[in-house]
């Protein structure tokens, strides 16, 4: 009797254990590598929205896909999901410079140290007059009295991070225009 429970024991194990063990591919850390550098190579430029390098990631992950029989995302056979998104481009050179009543320049300010654009699709090309409102740290839109134009942090707002999506549109919908 004890050895009939024994069998029955180990038998019961086997069946919990083996689903588990048959059909898994195990985890490769050189896998996981390869596949990184594979993405991260200068052949897909950056991998930027709309960009044919992004095009090609694109088919290498859904090549993937398929070779690990993941099934695709609509009953049209697609593994692709299309939606919309705005990626801001610099066409040429982007300054801000402070010009005085004599059309001298008086102030420059270098791209991606001391501005940037505002990354929620509303920048655009032109000029800027108006009151400036300066601060040593800008943390909240609700630091901003009245409608100025022109915000001038000295820190990047939240810390270092100066492609904040959510401070952006906080101050957009505290009225800034530029």
């Given at each position: 009797?004890?050895?009939?429970?024994?069998?029955?024991?180990?038998?019961?194990?086997?069946?919990?254990?083996s689903p588990c063990a048959?059909?898994?591919?195990?985890?490769?850390?050189?896998?996981?590598?390869?596949?990184?550098?594979?993405?991260?190579?200068?052949?897909?430029?950056g991998r930027l929205a709309?960009?044919?390098?992004?095009?090609?990631?694109?088919?290498?992950?859904?090549?993937?896909?398929?070779?690990?029989?993941?099934?695709?995302?609509?009953?049209?056979?697609?593994?692709?999901?299309?939606?919309?998104?705005?990626?801001?481009?610099?066409?040429?050179?982007?300054?801000?410079?402070?010009?005085?009543?004599?059309?001298?320049?008086?102030?420059?300010?270098?791209?991606?140290?001391?501005?940037?654009?505002?990354?929620?699709?509303?920048?655009?090309?032109?000029?800027?007059?108006?009151?400036?409102?300066?601060?040593?740290?800008?943390?909240?839109?609700?630091?901003?009295?009245?409608?100025?134009?022109?915000?001038?942090?000295?820190?990047?707002?939240?810390?270092?991070?100066?492609?904040?999506?959510?401070?952006d549109l906080s101050l957009?919908?505290?009225?800034?225009?530029?």
């Open positions: 009797m004890k050895f009939k429970k024994i069998i029955f024991a180990i038998l019961t194990l086997f069946l919990f254990i048959f059909g898994e591919e195990k985890f490769s850390s050189s896998n996981v590598k390869n596949t990184i550098s594979e993405l991260s190579s200068d052949k897909y430029k709309g960009d044919s390098g992004n095009e090609m990631a694109a088919e290498y992950i859904k090549n993937k896909f398929k070779e690990y029989g993941l099934l695709p995302y609509d009953d049209k056979g697609t593994y692709f999901q299309s939606f919309s998104i705005v990626v801001p481009q610099l066409k040429g050179e982007a300054f801000l410079n402070v010009i005085n009543k004599d059309k001298k320049i008086i102030k420059k300010y270098e791209y991606g140290k001391d501005f940037k654009e505002c990354t929620y699709g509303a920048s655009s090309n032109g000029k800027a007059a108006g009151n400036a409102e300066f601060f040593d740290n800008l943390y909240s839109s609700s630091q901003i009295k009245g409608n100025s134009p022109i915000i001038i942090t000295k820190k990047a707002p939240f810390g270092e991070n100066k492609d904040s999506y959510d401070f957009k919908n505290a009225g800034v225009k530029a």
